[in-house]
């Protein structure tokens, strides 16, 4: 009886140990599609991703966001609703029972499970907390080089944002997403060059600047 009793606690253990990995195993597998969408190690879904998500963000500059939403919800009901009276039709002339045509994707169980849900709200505390301390640390000066970057980094923003809106600059982002991995992996050896003595005179620039602060700036960013 003893034995029978801690055979269920070890398997009931072990089952539970082992949806903890599959939750997890599920974000990564998130991750890893999204990596290979942007990647274009399958290219026909990359393509469809990339033109419908430029196809999306172009309606939205041109549309209101409300008229972008009804079309691509009208859309997609008006292929759903002429694929399930066609399916009807078929199966009437057939006299077959194929039953929904969309019985798999009805069955499909799309909710999300409490460990992959905190698994997420962990991920995220994590992110805020470092964003809120970085976000002190260059808005109080902790360190003189970083936020005379921050500064100059938003002091180039304000020119961009005279040029384009938000709308331009999530279109620019999204061909730079889809488009800079295949650039790279096409000519990796000269960007990895570039980069190279761009960071060098970066380091370089960065160095003489910090040479030049004053002494008890300089007293602070040795320690």
């Not at 599609?33 to 430029?54: D, N, T």
């Not at 698994?119 to 809120?132: I, K, M, P, T």
Request: charged letters at 20%.
């Amino acid at each position: 009886m003893a034995d029978s009793t801690s055979t269920n606690c070890s398997d009931s253990s072990s089952s539970s140990s082992s949806s903890l990995p599959s939750s997890s195993l599920s974000l990564g597998d998130l991750t890893h599609s999204a990596l290979q969408l942007i990647q274009w190690k399958q290219p026909r879904k990359s393509a469809a991703v990339f033109g419908m998500s430029l196809l999306v963000l172009v309606s939205v500059a041109t549309l209101s966001a409300i008229s972008v939403v009804s079309y691509l919800l009208l859309a997609c009901l008006c292929i759903t609703i002429t694929f399930r009276v066609y399916k009807s039709v078929i199966q009437a002339v057939q006299k077959s029972d194929e039953g929904h045509p969309f019985k798999s994707l009805l069955d499909r169980d799309i909710s999300l499970s409490p460990e992959v849900v905190r698994q997420l709200a962990d991920e995220s505390l994590v992110h805020l907390n470092w964003f809120s301390s970085q976000t002190r640390r260059l808005l109080l000066v902790e360190d003189l080089v970083d936020s005379l970057k921050l500064a100059a980094i938003m002091w180039v923003m304000t020119y961009i944002g005279a040029v384009f809106n938000g709308v331009t600059l999530l279109i620019v982002a999204d061909i730079i997403f889809f488009t800079t991995p295949l650039i790279y992996q096409k000519k990796k050896t000269q960007i990895d060059h570039r980069v190279k003595l761009i960071r060098s005179k970066v380091d370089e620039t960065l160095q003489k600047l910090q040479d030049r602060l004053p002494g008890a700036v300089k007293k602070n960013k040795s320690e």
